[in-house]
């Protein structure tokens, strides 16, 4: 596979690079789509990454579901343990190695695909309200990763809800994945502890990611899609109230590489920089197994998502 073999080149640090990230304004959609549409293929086939505002989800939801992403990491490891990894659902410890770097990631996540939930889930005894408010999250950040995706498809010539469709969370094969992320505090760290990555090197999988983070907890760095061989990295600094988007591998591969899939990495904190915690939460827009990606011009064989996901999930953990 074309995107395991780029992957495996990523792994250098290279330099920082100031560059600008498109913000785009999502209010008043229906009115403004064209607009809209407009400005996200700009930032998607030029640089590959951007941040959106206006977007509807509402500060309070957003803290409540990092609440109980800390609260759920703070778990004894034995507890955690019994909602484990399976078939890209539960909970992993330090478990994804990058083909770029090939050492594991110094984080653990849990990760929420709900058609694979069953026996994952945390009690209410063990978290009350996880599983009912985490489910209204994750359906939140569809609602939004299908209004940009919307913008997408008219774009590539496809019908307004063609993503929607190849997303369709009312089924069993639905994959799309909000996955809950805690990068390990670096306060009692040895010196050779920060030669490594909090996440390496890597593009996503999917058609669309959809990224909130903690303001004052930095260290994402990307690098735009066409200026992969460059080592130019760009820090992302958090904010409230914005998210940051990037195209996956999947939407690059549908869209015949006119969309940029991003690469990008979360580094080590440097001396003066905050050594906590870092925590993130990522809302992967994976299209559904039996939905089959082949571009309008036909540039890559078609190939159903199940197979391209497993392909990839097999490269990394």
């Known amino acids: 596979m074309e995107e395991l073999r780029r992957e495996a080149t990523f792994g250098h640090v290279g330099v920082e690079v100031e560059r600008g990230i498109p913000v785009i304004d999502l209010a008043d959609f229906e009115e403004r789509q064209t607009e809209i549409a407009d400005a996200l293929w700009s930032a998607a086939s030029e640089v590959g990454f951007f941040q959106i505002v206006n977007h509807g989800l509402s500060a309070t939801e957003i803290a409540e579901a990092f609440n109980l992403a800390e609260r759920f990491f703070a778990l004894p490891q034995d507890i955690k343990a019994r909602h484990p990894l399976r078939n890209n659902a539960g909970w992993e410890f330090k478990a994804q190695v990058r083909p770029s770097?090939?050492?594991?990631?110094?984080?653990?996540?849990?990760?929420?695909?709900?058609?694979?939930?069953?026996?994952?889930?945390?009690?209410?005894?063990?978290?009350?309200?996880?599983?009912?408010?985490?489910?209204a999250f994750e359906h939140r950040n569809w609602l939004l990763g299908m209004k940009v995706l919307s913008?997408?498809?008219?774009k590539l010539g496809f019908e307004s809800d063609f993503f929607t469709r190849a997303h369709d969370c009312t089924v069993a094969e639905y994959q799309c994945t909000l996955r809950l992320i805690h990068y390990m505090g670096m306060e009692q760290a040895k010196p050779a502890d920060?030669?490594?990555?909090?996440?390496?090197?890597?593009?996503?999988?999917?058609?669309?990611?959809?990224?909130?983070?903690?303001p004052g907890q930095g260290g994402l760095q990307l690098c735009p899609g066409h200026e992969a061989g460059s080592d130019g990295w760009t820090s992302v600094e958090p904010a409230a109230g914005v998210i940051t988007c990037n195209i996956g591998d999947m939407l690059m591969r549908w869209s015949d590489d006119r969309l940029q899939s991003t690469l990008h990495r979360v580094r080590m904190p440097q001396p003066g920089e905050y050594m906590g915690p870092r925590q993130s939460i990522a809302f992967f827009c994976q299209a559904n197994t039996d939905a089959i990606i082949a571009g309008p011009a036909g540039k890559y064989a078609p190939i159903n998502a199940a197979d391209y996901i497993q392909q990839r999930i097999a490269a990394n953990f």
């Open 151 to 154: 913008c997408f498809a008219r």
């Open 194 to 214: 920060f030669a490594l990555w909090r996440a390496g090197a890597h593009t996503d999988f999917d058609c669309l990611t959809l990224l909130h983070q903690k």
């Open 101 to 135: 770097t090939g050492t594991p990631d110094n984080k653990e996540s849990y990760q929420i695909t709900l058609p694979r939930m069953a026996g994952l889930w945390p009690s209410d005894a063990e978290i009350a309200g996880f599983e009912a408010t985490l489910r």
